[in-house]
């Protein structure tokens, strides 16, 4: 056996981490003051628009690539790396900002990820 261990987390800032993939206009409300009623454009994922599960998708999978991960030919959402530590891989499944890591050395994982997002 390997012995890997196995951890779960959630990246709470994730939606507003990663860049909008598409132009998103609004008009500015009552919390712009004297900009109010101005045209704005999203430059950020907000929680709750269509498109910010997808903007997350690219951003965090533009990351893992960095990282060393590729995803799976069969799961884009399973990413997979040659383990540093041993001869086998770590892998790391998503679900929206959801993450499950599998790997030897789960706090390395953890920490490359934590320094990116906190």
Known sequence: TNNLGMMSGDIGNAFFTALCTKKIWS?????FGPRK???VTLKRALNGLKTASASFHKFFGDFLRELG??????????WIR???EYEGYDYLAT???DIII??????KC???????FL
């Open 27 to 31: 008009v500015a409300g009552d919390d």
């Open 37 to 39: 009623g101005l045209v």
């Open 69 to 78: 991960f590729e995803p799976s030919r069969v799961d884009q959402y399973l």
């Open 82 to 84: 040659k383990s540093d």
């Open 95 to 97: 679900h929206v900002d």
């Open 102 to 107: 599998v790997a030897k050395d789960l706090t």
């Open 110 to 116: 953890m920490d490359e990820i934590q320094q990116h």
